[in-house]
DNA sequence: GAACCGCGAGGAAACGTTTCCGAGGTGTTG
DNA sequence: CAACACCTCGGAAACGTTTCCTCGCGGTTC
């Protein structure tokens, strides 16, 4: 393990017998001569030349690197939606650094500041709620910031979003096609974009489908498995007539399906169930959950794809991309 | 949107009516003019200066980097990792970058070589498999390694490792106690690292728990939840004493439960099921299942603590951690 | 054959820091 | 009171690149 130091281009330079900058150019493809090159190429074989990233860094103004943030990475939206935003961002050679915030929205406004260090050269945010403090540190960030999340509409920065709205009123219209007619609600917080915004379209789908909407019959609790166990099981033992629960996520509709296991309802017999985000654990629970996508791959990558050209040196104005749900149905709600 | 350029040290300096040494000395605390630090904190203020972390690197030769490289973040295995090594590294300043390498060996050299251009001051690998050019190339890596997996002895790399050999044996000594006879076998591919290690330990459970091993009741499929399904009801088809079923991961697993109940068989009452890996997917299966934990969380952190000393200057010999599995026994075996 | 043009290569500056070194000032000691 | 030591601060070099500018050379054109 020798710590010799690593040899830069001033020994490519002396080995080739040529200057420095020839060097250089050599590398970067910016001279003609062929002979050049080869006694260049020979030179960085020989002395085992790396070039060094940060001093390219310093000079490009331009770091290859592009960071994502997010609450947590254990949450299945994100994960899918890293599992496209790294390797589109690693075909057009830039490296990825994660952010998980931990719902601290301190901690995501920090990395809004850290931006102006420039260790990256663009971001992909998807912020927990959005702050008067988020939208001016977005207006004046270092470099493009992507975000995957609600905006307001005079924010000048690219936006993907998803259309939870529209998911929860699909599932609610799929539900009352099938003919439930009594469908409960368990929601995330209210006061947290996505658990209104699927509030929200839980109400227009059943006005959709001609249904009285009863307040009795929703919940608001935690997006979490337990929650919604629990939840579920006070809800359904407090209206024994309810013939369907949407679930504000996976998570929830997972609880809601033992929750009906421990009162010994049937599925989707007695009540049906639809989940919200379609993760891997839909189609592996039992019965296999139905479930609307709110799209996260299409918006990692989507979002990737408009960094992209903003790095490219795009300056149009910021676009706004809304992804389209879809509902895929299995056997808990047929 | 104005792209004025950012305000560096000698902005600072000139401002603050001082030196640039000065300035950079009263931000990195190495003054004790208590007078100069206040006049360089106002300047600083006012100019709206933040450290080019480039530069600094270049300066001192550090990043504030970290690498983590496995195959795919969406494994769940990967993902505890990642969840515990990132704010380890934060806690101590350093920032986290994401490569997944895809099932790709030569990506993964890739990484191991990429180090050379030192834009991270360490690694965490955690290898598909370790061919003579891993050994090679983390032999003479220019940064310091820490290896998640199994490495041969020689290899001077710091190394933490889960024992899946002990953990599949830990899950068949419980399922032979709990009263079951004829324990069947769905493993991954036989020459995986993992695939091998239970199938050793499944075999030696058998033998603690005096039980005769049959390798028709084994079989090899890949680590996935159909893969698992199909593979199950064929063998439970063919062999109905089969009285309990160790999958060599939770997706195996939880394909097992399909099959059975696919098959009307009771869990646990006619077959008990153990999973491996102890996911997410395990406690909200139904019945929750049984499974195997590697530690996974803690390999993680184990893994970044033993890169933090290193990156600390520790030249300590390189050390081997391994981490013991334990069982998290629910409904599915009991 | 001379002037000009273009091309390729070398020298040097610049990117934004940290740190070494030396100078000057102040306080202490003989 | 002089000499010395110490402490602060400023100047300048260095980290490893890229790129601008200049210079020299060879080829073309009048």
Redesign the interface.
Known sequence: ?SQRR?PTIHEVAKVAGVSISSVSRALNGNTSNADMVDRVNAAVREVGY??????Q??KTRH?G?VAFAME???NAAY?EM??RI??TLRDEGY??????T?ADVEDELGVLASL????VDGLILCPLRVTDRHVEAL??T?VPVVVIGLLPDDV?VDNVRADSRVGARLAVEHLAEAGARRIAFIDGPLDTVPGQARYDGYRSGLAAAGLEPDDAIVRFTDFQ?EAGRQTARELLTAHPDVDAVLGAND?IA??V??AL?ELGRDVPGDVRVVGMDDT??A????PPLSSVSLGSADRGRIAAELLLRRLDGDDAPPERVTVPPSLTVRESSR
Chains 1, 2 share one sequence.
């Open positions: 393990m690593r790396v070039p060094s990233v940060v001093a860094s310093l770091t690197q947590d990475i254990g994960l890293v599992r790294q390797p490296r990825l650094l994660l952010h998980s931990g102006s260090q420039n260790y207006r004046q270092a000048p498995f998570l997972m609880g399906l033992h296991r891997p654990l189609a592996t629970s039992f």
